[in-house]
């Protein structure tokens, strides 16, 4: 089982920065690509940002330039560090990881997400 637990939310004025983590426990070496997704009030949840275990990542095209993701395996940890915040990044940020069915019990493992509230 996979454990993931995120970490950095807050309340921040617009332009600010925060940067989110997300730790990975139990059996967290059948995790493959990791990914940052967000959820505003009133929309759907949307993919952020991802970075697979050889750190390619990708971004949805408004955060590209203020958001990087990034990952350190001997800590089992993301993060994503976000520069430039805007009140259209308001939402709850959830941790997303696949695992690999060879080795782990399920092959999509979420957080519990964090509350990230930019002020105007």
């Known amino acids: 089982q996979v454990q993931l637990v995120e970490s950095g939310g807050g309340l921040v004025q617009a332009g600010g920065s925060l940067r989110l983590s997300c730790v990975a426990s139990g059996n967290s070496r059948c995790i493959t690509e990791m990914a940052w997704y967000r959820q505003a009030p009133g929309k759907e949840r949307e993919l952020v940002a991802a970075?697979?275990?050889?750190?390619?990542?990708n971004y949805v095209d408004h955060v590209k330039g203020r958001f990087t993701i990034s990952r350190d395996s001997a800590k089992n940890t993301l993060y994503l560090q976000m520069n430039s915040l805007k009140p259209e990044d308001t939402a709850v940020y959830y941790c997303h990881a696949d695992g690999d069915l060879r080795y782990c019990t399920e092959d999509i493992y979420w957080g519990q997400g964090t509350q990230v509230t930019v002020s105007s």
């Open positions: 970075i697979t275990p050889g750190g390619s990542t």
